[in-house]
């Protein structure tokens, strides 16, 4: 299993030895260009391309109530993690057949397993049935439904980190919303669309615990551990100005003021069987999982010279994964218990993230020009928030994000400071789920993003 940390280096060792190899031999055409990118044919269709990125959080973390390090009360925590760190290795085999693959790690910190391994995300083979109006593929994937950043480019996200709420399943069902199945993906005059058929993962071989259907809690819903059944997802969006690029599924957060996108889409995900519930006679009753979202993205330059642009986001959406569901969770947490004190949110960072209701979410940012800073690049300054509003709890779920990208070189390299404010909830004396309005907690996050 500890061989594949060497498979990206090997193929970029192979990648270099070729380049040079290429370069010294052939005066006519030099098929080395656009970075690691091999070109295998002189009109540049055949192709072989490697990517890389990672993501380095300095976090301080206001804990939630309670929470602990290994039974250690940590009321605060600093601590330094990998957000994420990708490899991405892919190639147009022919004018019809495509090759994609993405590895890496997610959420690596001090509290987490040591020698993580190295895990392919994706793994898909696509055909070109008709150009790009009609293209079939399968395999490992995340070519998914709801809404757009489903399946979200990690690379230029707009804000700190990805819309995590939009990931309804994220590691119960998928794995990083990659799930194996099928799908059809295409465009057709300004309609972009992709539908899907996947295998979910069955929760048992999760690698974090997904709650199971108590004897005693009634008219809760959680995820069922029988067989799943198939999922099926769709997105469709009209593209008013410029057209997106739908070789890959994982959809951009900013163009940095090279593109001019008005979007406007909606989106599906729905399982049968998929969460179950125990009635008030005691009987297992079985439902469906389904899912609905509407959005709109602007990503709009303002001066094509300048590059100074705005981008802007929201969505609608709508989850019913049967009554009261709800699921907590934390982006990499940095605390793992909780002792007697603790909220109904349990430890660190974590938050009533997941439920059956409503959801909206909305991100928008302003990018300076390309030269702001002469040498030193350009700042754009973001906020992003969502409001949920759960059936299992009294209050609404009300998250905010203020923070800036310092924009060096492109995607290439990023600096990105961001603040978050979450609610905590308890049980109050009637017994429901409310906020504790004084008891808000934040977090400030420094990143550097780094890519190739």
């Known amino acids: 299993m500890k061989s594949i940390h060497f498979i990206p280096l090997l193929f970029l060792i192979i990648i270099a030895s070729f380049r040079v190899t290429a370069q010294s ?41 309670g929470s602990t390090i290994y039974n250690t009360p940590q009321k605060e925590t600093f601590d330094v993690g990998i957000r994420r760190m990708r490899y991405q290795i892919m190639s147009q085999v022919n004018k019809k057949v495509f090759f994609y693959s993405q590895l890496g790690i997610n959420s690596f910190n001090s509290v987490s397993a040591r020698k993580t391994p190295i895990f392919f995300h994706d793994v ?43 990931e309804t399943t994220n590691d119960v069902t998928d794995q990083f919303v990659r799930k194996p199945g099928a799908y059809a993906k295409g465009q057709i005059g300004k309609l972009a669309y992709r539908f899907s058929v996947a295998n979910p993962f069955p929760v048992q071989n999760s690698l974090s615990t997904v709650a199971s259907l108590p004897v005693s809690d009634t008219n809760v819903a959680y995820f069922s551990t029988r067989a799943p059944k ?10 008013f100005l410029d057209k997106e690029n739908n070789l890959l599924p994982y959809m951009t957060g900013s163009y940095l003021g090279k593109k001019r996108i008005f979007n406007i889409g909606g989106g599906f995900a729905t399982q049968e069987d998929a969460m179950w519930y125990r009635n008030k006679t005691g009987d297992t009753i079985s439902v469906p999982m389904k899912q609905f979202g509407v959005d709109v993205f602007l990503d709009y330059y303002l001066n094509k010279e300048k590059q100074n642009a705005i981008t802007a986001y929201a969505a609608y959406l709508n989850y019913d994964f049967g009554p009261n569901y709800i699921r907590n969770a934390g982006i990499m947490n940095m605390a ?21 209701g409503n959801v909206i979410y909305a991100q928008a940012a302003y990018l300076f020009k390309h030269n702001l800073l002469k040498d030193a690049g350009t700042l754009q300054p973001y906020t992003s928030a969502s409001i949920a509003n759960y059936e299992k709890l009294k209050d609404p779920v009300f998250i905010y994000d203020i923070g800036i990208n310092w924009i060096q070189d492109g995607q290439k390299s990023k600096i990105s400071l961001d603040y978050q404010s979450r609610p905590i909830f308890n049980i109050n004396t009637k017994g429901e789920i409310a906020e504790t309005k004084s008891a808000r907690r934040g977090m400030v996050v420094l990143q550097y993003q780094v890519a190739f």
């Open 124 to 166: 898909t083979v696509e055909y070109a049935v008709y150009n790009n109006y009609f293209t079939l593929g399968g395999g490992l994937s995340g070519w998914n439904g709801v809404a757009r950043y489903t399946s979200s480019g990690v690379g230029n996200i707009l804000c700190l980190d990805l819309p995590v709420i939009i």
């Open 25 to 65: 031999s052939s005066s006519k055409k030099n098929r080395f260009k656009d970075g690691l990118k091999i070109y295998m044919s002189d009109d540049s269709v055949r192709y072989i391309k490697a990517t890389g990125i990672a993501q380095i959080w300095f976090r301080y973390n206001k804990n939630n109530p």
């Open 336 to 356: 793992n218990g909780v002792n007697s004190t603790g909220s109904f949110n349990g430890a660190g960072n974590s938050i009533p993230m997941y439920g059956t």
């Open 230 to 239: 198939y999922q099926y997802q769709g997105y469709v969006f009209w593209q």
